[in-house]
């Protein structure tokens, strides 16, 4: 997969482009991802998913409150496991942010991108003030001889798939809520660092993750989770926290792999979050603490067995395998 990070997208063939944030790469991306794909085979084009960087969110509000859903690394290779030819990330700032929409659509999508098929959203807004919408783009395609695309809202459980209502399943816990909208489950992906191994010295050694700094953490707690480690599954137990019981002060993503003695220091490794389990809380004792960890182990292993993870066995787990 070609990937583009600066303004120099001019492209040499026809294409067919889809335009978003795709935060999460969520059912309603992948919608729009698998349209201009399927155009592009049909009509001979290369295929173009077209996004920004830094996210909007960043430049326009306060980057303590707003967190990626994906890193822009798993946002990459989201994209480039659906088979897309060129993902392109355009720097945004406030001076992009202040272009047209007719000068978008026209200099930048159809004419440098040589755009023919134009896939987007039916509540698609671009350009300055977020004035451009569907029936522009449906108006300058006319002229421009560009067939444009509109997806409809991709439902699941009643209401529209956004990466607002997955931030907002994440913050309070529903996981499972969140991993159906995503189809491929919230991970984390990173680098495993040396901790302070208390996790060894309680019987239960930990593998730490260090995250791209605008990733969005669930709430600091224990959660059931499966851990990808040289193309190889794990079960495990993950906490995402501070460590209170032994007076931890740093944010660690620390993950207990289950039947796993491998030091892998420097590797980078994906956990996927499948079932919150309790919050983090500080315990009297280390004593005390081992024996929940014992008790949570114990119940993620039973998570792991029941119907209530069939669903992920069947489709995620079979995947990874025939990968």
Known sequence: MEHITDSKIEQSCPTAVTLGNFDGV???????????????????????????????????????????????DEKKTAVEKMGVDTY???????????????????????????????????????????????????????EYGVKTVFIPNVIYDGERVSSTKIRDCLVNKDVEGANRRLTEPYHIYGTV????????????????????????????????????????????????GYNPTVNGKQKTVETNLFDFNKSIYGENITTFFFKWIRDERKFPSVEALRDEIARNTVSTKEYFASEEYKYWKENFETVYKNS
């Open 193 to 240: 660092a040396q901790g302070k191994k208390l996790g060894r010295q309680l019987g239960f050694p930990t593998v730490n993750i260090i995250a791209h700094e605008d990733k969005l953490f669930p709430p600091n707690g224990v959660y059931a989770t499966v851990t990808l480690y040289d193309g190889k599954l794990y079960y495990g137990i993950t906490n995402v």
């Open 88 to 142: 392109i990330e355009y720097p945004f700032d406030r001076e992009f942010a202040s272009m047209s929409p007719e000068e978008f659509a026209i200099e930048l999508v159809f004419k440098k991108l040589k755009c023919k098929v134009l896939v987007v959203g039916y509540d698609y807004r671009f350009g300055s003030k977020n004035k451009g919408d569907y029936k522009l783009l449906e108006e300058l395609g006319k």
């Open 26 to 72: 969520h059912m309603g991306h992948r919608r729009l991802i698998e349209t201009a794909k399927e155009y592009a085979e049909r009509e001979g084009l290369k295929s173009i998913v077209f996004t920004f960087s830094p996210h909007p969110m960043f430049i326009f509000g306060n980057r303590e409150n707003n967190a990626l859903i994906m890193s822009p």
